[in-house]
């Protein structure tokens, strides 16, 4: 199993991020997604979340209007759009693979400064 992200990087405020998550060894269109982030000294946060069949998403309300998670099964990939980003959106992003077991990936630096 390995779900491996992808897309972080610098960013100024107000700029934007896609974030990617490719996975493999696991049967991808029969789990729920999630992006969960880590700022230093903090906990894990969900930030949304997606069904296995994508029709339905959620939002913390920290990331709601500017962010948006997506997902294509064709492709074995979740997505995390994000908009309008903020210095205190700086994290580590993590991708979660959820059914009856939990996946993660390893994560992807999300720093927000000018």
């Known amino acids: 199993v390995q779900l491996v992200e992808s897309g972080g990087g610098l960013v100024q405020p107000g700029g934007s991020l896609r974030l990617s998550c490719a996975a493999s060894?696991?049967?991808?269109?029969?789990?729920?997604m999630s992006w969960y982030r880590q700022a230093p000294g903090k906990e894990r946060d969900v930030v949304a979340g997606?069904?296995?069949?994508?029709?339905?998403?959620d939002y913390a309300d920290s990331g709601k209007g500017r962010f948006t998670i997506s997902r294509d099964n064709a492709e074995n990939t979740v997505y995390l759009q994000m908009n309008s980003l903020k210095p205190e959106d700086t994290a580590v992003y993590y991708c979660?693979?959820?059914?009856?077991?939990?996946?993660w990936g390893q994560g992807t630096q999300v720093t927000v400064s000018s």
């Open positions: 979660n693979a959820w059914n009856t077991v939990n996946y």
């Open positions: 060894g696991f049967t991808f269109s029969r789990y729920s």
């Open positions: 997606i069904t296995s069949d994508g029709g339905s998403t």
